[in-house]
């Protein structure tokens, strides 16, 4: 992977990429060989306000990459490739989401979240991990929908929910433990 410089903050962690913003607030994809410039996160910012999601931003980005310069191998048609790869991304976490929305359990919310899109099972030495945090839409949000109320939060990234059958799950950054039920402490 190309180095980070400084001013670039993360945004997402893709298969062989990474996605920032860099000091001149422009979503920037780094791959191994290249740094490529998507898009300025004003525009970003403006499409989602318009209506349009995160997938969708994505996806209309992979194809005026491939448009630009479609040449087999060539810099911007390995970002639209990782670009493409992110609306299938964008889209289990859609499913996982939609799942969560009608989670009655803890043990509903591990098996929902289990397919993480990253189809790497070492991601997370967590039961189960979300990695739609940077997405439209938020797991306490869904789990709220199902029932679920939040017993305690730091942060965003950070909090208890309990279910509505009693069972309870906690949210850090992504990874996600069941509670237990007889004691209330959160198991690895």
């Not at 490739?81 to 803890?106: N, R, V």
Request: with cysteine; proline share 5%; hydrophobic share 35%.
């Amino acid at each position: 992977m190309k180095p980070l410089r400084d001013g670039d903050r993360p945004v997402q962690t893709l298969r062989d990429a990474i996605l920032v913003i860099d000091a001149a607030s422009c979503i920037v994809l780094i791959t191994p060989e290249r740094r490529i410039t998507v898009t300025s996160v004003d525009e970003w910012r403006e499409q989602l306000a318009s209506g349009r999601t995160s997938a969708q931003i994505y996806r209309d980005e992979a194809e005026n990459l491939r448009r630009d310069e479609n040449q087999a191998g060539s810099p911007r048609d390995k970002g639209a490739e990782i670009m493409a790869d992110l609306t299938g991304f964008w889209a289990t976490i859609k499913t996982q989401l939609g799942e969560c929305e009608h989670a009655g359990s803890a043990d509903d919310v591990i098996l929902a979240t289990e397919r993480n899109p990253y189809d790497d099972p070492t991601i997370t030495g967590a039961p189960a991990f979300f990695a739609g945090s940077g997405g439209d839409d938020s797991l306490m949000e869904a789990l709220r929908t199902a029932g679920w109320t939040v017993t305690w939060a730091e942060a965003p990234y950070h909090y208890k929910m309990q279910a509505p059958d009693g069972s309870a799950i906690t949210y850090v950054e992504g990874d996600i433990f069941p509670t237990c039920k007889n004691c209330g402490c959160d198991h690895s």
